[in-house]
């Protein structure tokens, strides 16, 4: 006599259930244990930091998250850092070719110093490249060395800036009593021939960074002066008001000033 349908199937999942319950291992294993791979998870984490830095959704911070000490070093110490400042330079000499310069000598491009012009990285080396607390004291000794090189990539645009015609002024957070000092350093690495080296004056202590640049933009363009080009490695080095008409960031992972 033939089966009924219904009883097969009911004795077929009879038998699997039995096997299920008398196997001591299920057919579907979850992980007991937990584990990562902590270079692979810190490098996706710490490049994924680096690009909120860069485009200023990190906001303010202070230092850089300690696990993150290896990957801002490989990058600033590897080709990556020397490969980006190159791409900035770059934009920024392709736009600079885009102005036309006039015959009054009022076309104008700011620089920035630190992480812009010159590199503190012999510094920074030796500060756990920006991992450590910010000393004020140990920064005026090395300033006062006036050892910082030239970022290859910035001195080759602002002599090519010269070339064309643009008055160069160096704007920098770096303090009065600094000037000789700052001077040197820039002539030294080979930056020559700025039209105004602006420091920070006893009138602007305790002024932001955003603030107290704007302020001397400002000046620049009450006098007349047509800043064509901003060139800094903070975004306080650019935003503000009397803005370029075109602003270059450079990299920096090491320190964040607002």
Sequence with gaps: MASHPLSLSFLLL????SSVSSSSQPIIQLPTTTYRKSNVDDDLYCASWHLSVETNNAGSWKQIPIRCESFVQDYMTGPRYMSDSEIVANYSLAYASSVEIGRDGKDAWVFDID???LT???????HGFGSEPF???SWDVWVDLAEAPAIPASLKLYNELKQMGFKIFVLTGRSENQRNATGKNLLFAGYTDW?????RGPSDDGTLATVYK??????L?????RIHGSSGDQWSDLLGF?????????????????
């Excluded at 009879?14 to 259930?17: G, K, M, N």
């Excluded at 704007?214 to 000046?219: A, I």
Aim: charged share 25%; hydrophobic share 35%.
């Design 135 to 137: 000393d004020e004291n």
């Design 214 to 219: 704007s302020e001397k933009r400002s000046d």
């Design 242 to 258: 009397a803005v370029a008409k075109r602003s270059f960031k450079l990299p920096n992972p090491m320190y964040y000033i607002s």
């Design 195 to 199: 039209e105004r080296l602006i420091l």
């Design 120 to 126: 503190n990285l012999p510094y920074y080396q030796a």
């Design 221 to 225: 363009v009450n006098e007349g002066y």
């Design 14 to 17: 009879s038998f699997l259930i």
């Design 115 to 117: 992480e812009t012009l």
